[in-house]
């Protein structure tokens, strides 16, 4: 089979650490950005010089039109898709809800929830025409902040988290019986630069030592799950979380 798999979100953190274990694997990978062409750049050159395949793709993941587009040039560089990694996600200044605005909490929702919507719609086509479907997966990164609600901080993004896990529910049972495995990962505390854009670059360092392993995680840590979940040693798992969040 020729795998082929989207990584949204790849080029930094724990997409960028997915991307390059799934090369190493044997999948040929594209790479999905935003703005940082340098980054991606560099996990494709990562990839290259480990002799596997990969080539990168800007496409802002909230324009439908856009992700269409990034599914067909995807089909023409690397294959038809038969993997995905649902990853991009997006969170605010610290903030209570009696602060949220409207504004905000929209944007959060659509980074976070309408385009794992749009891409595995887009990813169920090329899966079911292209493809043995039942050799075909999804996973979902959503978040213990799904679980725990992230009083103080971003509830919004929390609940965001918490759609992610009532969408891999559902459509792990729309896709069940033609074999198409959907599963979820739920991150804690990861060291990377999402926390920055939430106002607080070293959050992770404040809530190690509070958490049950007493460190935060890594975002190879989390690839692990991810790529286990996409694999075939995981061929009788759907509609499952792994929660990757320290004992929390
Ligand atoms: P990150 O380090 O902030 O990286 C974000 C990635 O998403 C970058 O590659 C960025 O591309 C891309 N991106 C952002 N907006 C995009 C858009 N509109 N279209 C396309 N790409 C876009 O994030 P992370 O911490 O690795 O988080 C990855 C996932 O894990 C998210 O769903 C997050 O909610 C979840 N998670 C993270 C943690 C944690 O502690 N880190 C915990 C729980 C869950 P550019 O480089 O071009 O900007």
């Known amino acids: 089979m020729n795998r082929v798999v989207l990584v949204t979100g790849a080029s930094r953190g724990i997409g960028a650490a997915t991307a390059?274990?799934?090369?190493?694997?044997?999948?040929?990978v594209a790479i999905n950005y935003k703005e940082n062409g340098q980054a991606a750049n560099e996990v494709k050159e990562?990839?290259?010089?480990?002799?596997?395949?990969?080539?990168?793709?800007q496409a802002d993941i909230i324009d439908?039109?856009?992700?269409?587009?990034?599914?067909?040039?995807?089909?023409?560089?690397?294959?038809?898709?038969?993997?995905?990694?649902n990853n991009v996600g997006i969170l605010?200044?610290?903030?209570?809800?009696e602060q949220m605005t409207a504004e905000r909490i929209n944007s959060v929702l659509?980074?976070?929830v309408t385009p794992y919507f749009i891409c595995a719609r887009e990813a169920i086509k090329h899966f079911k025409a292209h493809h043995e479907p039942n050799r075909c997966a999804i996973v979902n990164v959503s978040?213990?902040?799904?679980?725990?609600?992230?009083?103080?901080?971003?509830?919004?993004?929390?609940?965001?988290?918490?759609?992610?896990?009532?969408?891999?529910t559902g459509l792990s049972l729309e896709l069940a019986a033609y074999g198409i495995r959907v599963n979820c990962v739920?991150?804690?505390?990861?060291?990377?630069?999402?926390?920055?854009?939430g106002g607080e670059p070293d959050r992770?360092?404040?809530?190690?030592?509070?958490?049950?392993?007493?460190?935060?995680?890594?975002?190879?840590?989390?690839?692990?799950?991810?790529?286990?979940?996409?694999?075939?040693?995981a061929s009788y798992v759907t509609g499952s979380f792994i929660d990757l969040a320290g004992g929390k």
């Open 20 to 28: 390059i274990k799934l090369a190493a694997l044997g999948y040929k």
């Open 46 to 57: 990562h990839i290259l010089k480990m002799g596997g395949q990969a080539a990168i793709f």
């Open 64 to 85: 439908e039109n856009a992700v269409v587009t990034l599914f067909s040039k995807i089909k023409s560089e690397l294959g038809a898709l038969s993997h995905l990694v």
């Open 92 to 97: 605010k200044p610290q903030m209570r809800v």
């Open 110 to 112: 659509m980074h976070n």
């Open 143 to 168: 978040s213990a902040a799904s679980r725990l609600g992230s009083a103080n901080e971003y509830v919004d993004y929390a609940a965001s988290k918490g759609a992610i896990d009532s969408f891999t």
């Open 186 to 197: 739920r991150p804690g505390c990861i060291y990377t630069d999402i926390h920055r854009d």
């Open 204 to 233: 992770v360092e404040r809530l190690a030592s509070l958490l049950p392993l007493r460190r935060g995680g890594t975002s190879e840590e989390v690839a692990n799950a991810i790529v286990w979940l996409l694999s075939e040693e």
